[in-house]
């Protein structure tokens, strides 16, 4: 890899992040998942994954995991989220656009409260 | 799908629902030669001949929720309608090649579209496998190898907000600098 930016700077980064990690008393681990099978990449599945990563540097949520997973089965319901924050269960999202994907991290993600009118409610 | 960048999101997709744990993605543009080729190459748990062959064809998956598989056939058509094509090299227990070809300048050609998008997005939602991503365009080389950083971060995760701003610049940044080479080398040709 050509030294376009150095792992020095990547050192100092880490630095922060963990003194960030030490710093947090609520160690609430939340995960956000976001189907990415043809279906859901035709229905802008990309789109969602980046708005939910952008949301995360532009409002600087430290210790969320977004992590991706194929097909769901239900292709008419794609693009779909599914947040998991600490030990609750687990809550899954049908069409979730830019739009509501960034709602979705406003209210669930930070503000603990799940959007219910957009639960995919037999999952 | 509009772009290219999606489609090798889509394969690339195919790659880890094999199992693979490692992934490398290739870009070479050659604007000389007129071609743009694409390589996806992994060691997940691979295909025999006969899979290899009606993979290409749409009405064939091994998945249980859907009946059709539509990434590599749609892949395949495009690049076919440009000139190019699409090969797969695959054996069992071994991983897979597969090999994307396009003329560059063919009308019909899509846009490549947002490929650091797709590396970044990549790289960040399935962090337990080892990428590499490769550009190349006339003679200039972009290499990212995700194993230095990883190394470095320990279990600080890739989606902690100063990481993804770091990595998302490291691969524009490594993108533009061949890009770039790219255009002096055609501002120098069309000088002499
Ligand atoms: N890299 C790979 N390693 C092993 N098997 C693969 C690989 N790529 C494709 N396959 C096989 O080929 C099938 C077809 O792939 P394709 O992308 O066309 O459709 P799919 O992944 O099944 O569905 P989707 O339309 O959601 O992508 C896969 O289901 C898988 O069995
Ligand atoms: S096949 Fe459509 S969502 Fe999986
Ligand atoms: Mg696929």
Same mark, same amino acid.
């Given at each position: 890899m050509p030294a376009v930016k150095s792992l020095d700077?990547?050192?100092?980064?880490?630095?922060?992040a963990l003194e960030?990690?030490?710093?947090?008393?609520?160690?609430g681990n939340i995960q956000v998942t976001v189907a990415m099978g043809t279906c859901g990449i035709a229905a802008g599945a990309r789109e969602t994954m980046r708005a939910i990563l952008d949301s995360i540097e532009a409002d600087n949520l430290s210790g969320v995991v977004v992590k991706q997973t194929g097909c769901m089965g239900m292709c008419e319901m794609e693009p779909i989220v599914q947040v998991e $924050?600490?030990?609750?269960?687990?809550?899954?999202?049908? %069409? $979730?656009?830019?739009?509501?994907?960034?709602?979705?991290? %406003?209210e669930h993600v930070v503000g603990g409260h799940v959007v219910n009118e957009l639960v995919i409610p037999a999952y | 799908m509009r772009e290219i960048a999606l489609h090798l999101l889509d394969?690339?997709?195919?790659?880890?629902?094999?199992?693979?744990?490692?992934i490398t993605i290739a870009v070479d543009e050659d604007a000389r030669k007129d071609r743009l080729l694409m390589i996806v190459e992994d060691n997940?748990?691979?295909m025999d001949e006969d899979m290899v062959a009606r993979v290409v064809d749409p009405f064939v998956t091994s998945r249980t929720t859907r009946k059709v598989g539509l990434g590599i056939p749609l892949l395949k058509a495009a690049a076919e309608g440009c000139n190019g094509y699409?090969?797969?090299n695959s054996a069992v227990g071994r991983g897979t090649r597969l090999e994307v070809e396009f003329q560059r300048s063919h009308i019909d050609r899509m846009p490549l579209?947002?490929?650091?998008?797709t590396w970044f997005e990549l790289l960040v939602a399935w962090p337990q496998i080892h990428w590499i991503f490769r550009y190349r365009a006339s003679g200039g080389e972009f290499l990212f190898d995700d194993a230095p950083i990883k190394k470095e971060l320990g279990d600080v995760s890739l989606s902690e907000p100063s990481i993804l701003t770091y990595l998302r610049e490291t691969l524009q940044e490594g993108v533009k600098s061949v890009q770039k080479s790219q255009e002096d080398i055609h501002a120098s040709s069309q000088i002499a």
């Open positions: 700077e990547l050192r100092k980064l880490k630095e922060e960030k990690r030490r710093a947090k008393t609520t160690a $924050v600490g030990g609750a269960p687990k809550v899954t999202y049908g %069409k $979730v656009n830019t739009e509501l994907a960034r709602r979705i991290m %406003k | 394969i690339a997709e195919n790659s880890v629902a094999a199992c693979a744990r490692d997940g748990k691979g699409l090969h797969i579209g947002d490929l650091i998008g």
